[in-house]
């Protein structure tokens, strides 16, 4: 073979390869955008769920003193994510705001308490959960506990109802990430079936043919799965760019967590697809290579 043609076969090689990790890239690409969606849509979920507040009403007789040690006591508890102290007076002006400012006029003394407003963790904000957090709040000098209980219900099952849809949007993205890149890769193995062939004409072992293919198949997912980290990085960066306000929605554990799943499927994906597609390859005959 002379040198030209064996320039030839390098440049088609090479060629095989750039693609197959662009196509990959792409495939991982679609994959961590709907990843990345999936995670955005739970943090936004559990925003909502903590800005929901917990209204404790406390006995007619109690005052900030009362109110702060009972705050103190309950700030204690695992699902208290953040409590603070209303007084009287910012009761009273809480009601003139909403019913005007001669409301208080039909009473001789005022008739506002001294409340706790309480923000529960996001995982606690849901039906089984919070019969249990409000018996946990009760005590001696609580008058009343407020919560809007037919919005808390309906909001968290619209959100299982939501999860489910995204959870099965990425167990399908998953598999036709599989088809596609197995697809890919098999196109970039089968392109060497003839080094394949000869390499087990010599008496070379399925493991010693498998190597150098399995350790190209590593590199291979970690070159995509660097730059569909990077392409979804890149997307979440403009969103942040457009919506300042949304960096509590990608946050860095989210931004992480993809990328790990994009690393762990790149890698996997690829050595698993290289693995079965050189097995076959090995036990076919020559004349079932030119098929």
Request: aromatic fraction near 8%; glycine fraction near 6%; include cysteine.
């Amino acid at each position: 073979m002379s040198s030209s043609e064996k320039k030839i076969i390098r440049r088609r090689l090479a060629g095989s390869y750039v693609s197959s990790v662009v196509s990959i890239s792409l495939v991982l690409f679609l994959l961590g955008a709907a990843a990345l969606m999936v995670g955005a849509s739970r943090n936004v979920a559990d925003y909502f769920r903590e800005s929901m507040q917990v209204s404790v009403v406390l006995a007619a007789d109690a005052d900030e003193g009362d109110a702060e040690i009972y705050k103190e006591r309950i700030d204690t508890l695992p699902f208290v994510r953040q409590s603070w102290i209303v007084s009287r007076e910012e009761g009273m002006e809480e009601m003139k705001a909403m019913l005007g400012a001669d409301f208080l006029d039909i009473f001789k003394d005022a008739p506002i308490p001294v409340s706790v407003d309480v923000s529960l963790k996001a995982e606690y904000v849901c039906p089984d959960s919070l019969d249990t957090v409000m018996r946990c709040l009760g005590d001696e000098i609580v008058d009343e506990i407020e919560y809007q209980q037919s919005m808390m219900e309906k909001f968290s099952a619209n959100v299982r109802k939501i999860s489910l849809v995204l959870g099965t949007v990425i167990l399908v993205l998953l598999f036709i990430s599989f088809v596609l890149i197995s697809n890919t890769v098999r196109l970039d193995v089968f392109s060497r079936r003839f080094n394949i062939h000869t390499m087990a004409m010599v008496g070379a072992t399925r493991a010693f043919i498998r190597r150098p293919f399995i350790g190209r198949a590593v590199i291979q997912g970690l070159v995509s799965s660097l730059v569909g980290t990077g392409l979804t990085a890149g997307v979440a960066s403009l969103a942040l760019k457009g919506f300042p306000n949304a960096a509590q929605i990608f946050a860095p554990q989210l931004l992480a967590s993809v990328a790990v799943l994009l690393l762990l499927c790149g890698v996997l994906i690829c050595v698993i697809s290289t693995w079965f597609v050189v097995n076959s390859l090995v036990s076919l005959d020559r004349g079932e290579l030119y098929s």
